[in-house]
């Protein structure tokens, strides 16, 4: 064992104080960010899917057995559901809530209700701050879920970000492939407000070198222009 380990020394390949050896560069090709099929794809207000009604074909309703983090049964990518389960178990036994999936895939169509309801109500400006456009939304990918914690209030609100549960999502969802899509102080680049419920899968690899990197965004790890509003 000993010559092993001074024989990888005597190469370098194990790390130093002196000369430490860097993290392996996470390769920025090994997924597409156009193809809506990849857990990588940048969705925002100047990238809609395309094409523009996609709709995954691995969609599953996770019923989370005792967790029942899925009451109201909605539809996710089987990855996706694999990795809330991680999650959901996890911030449990951290003793930090019981996790509530408020929403997750959304089709074309359904957004395009949402969409038009809300601009029907409030106008354009107001209604668009409110619901995505049908082909620009990310629950449209089914990497998407809203989530909330019983019993600890603020339900896809701001204020979420600051209960328990909202803390812990920032500090580990990157454990289980999750991302807080739209975080503080980044609506000029992602184009929407604080969004502290909105995770998006994006696997454990990308979630842990954005995270490692203190990069909050899809569009500046992967160089895209800001999208603060639709073309
Ligand atoms: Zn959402």
Request: glycine share 10%; hydrophobic share 40%.
């Amino acid at each position: 064992m000993l010559a092993v380990g001074f024989g990888l020394l005597g190469l370098g390949i194990l790390p130093s104080v002196d000369n430490p050896t860097p993290a392996r560069a996470l390769d920025l090709g090994a997924n597409s960010i156009d193809n809506p099929t990849s857990i990588w794809v940048v969705v925002n207000k100047a990238r809609p899917l395309n094409p523009i009604k996609y709709k995954p074909v691995d969609l599953v309703v996770p019923g989370f057995g005792p967790l029942n983090a899925n009451p109201y049964q909605h539809s996710m990518r089987r990855d996706v559901a694999a990795a809330a389960e991680g999650l959901a178990k996890s911030m449990q036994k951290a003793g930090k809530g019981r996790l509530v999936i408020q929403s997750a895939y959304r089709s074309y169509n359904t957004q395009k209700s949402v969409h038009d309801r809300q601009v029907s109500r409030f106008g354009l400006a107001a209604g668009e701050a409110l619901a995505a456009r049908p082909g620009y939304s990310e629950h449209q990918t089914g990497l998407a879920i809203d989530v909330s914690a019983r019993d600890q209030g603020c339900q896809i609100r701001v204020c979420f970000g600051g209960t328990k549960a909202g803390a812990w999502l920032k500090a580990n969802a990157h454990r289980w492939g999750f991302i807080i899509r739209y975080p503080q102080n980044a609506t000029a680049v992602t184009g929407y407000q604080y969004e502290p419920w909105h995770l998006r899968y994006v696997g454990i690899e990308l979630a842990t070198d954005m995270k490692q990197k203190s990069i909050s965004t899809l569009e500046k790890y992967f160089g895209l222009p800001s999208a603060p509003k639709y073309p």
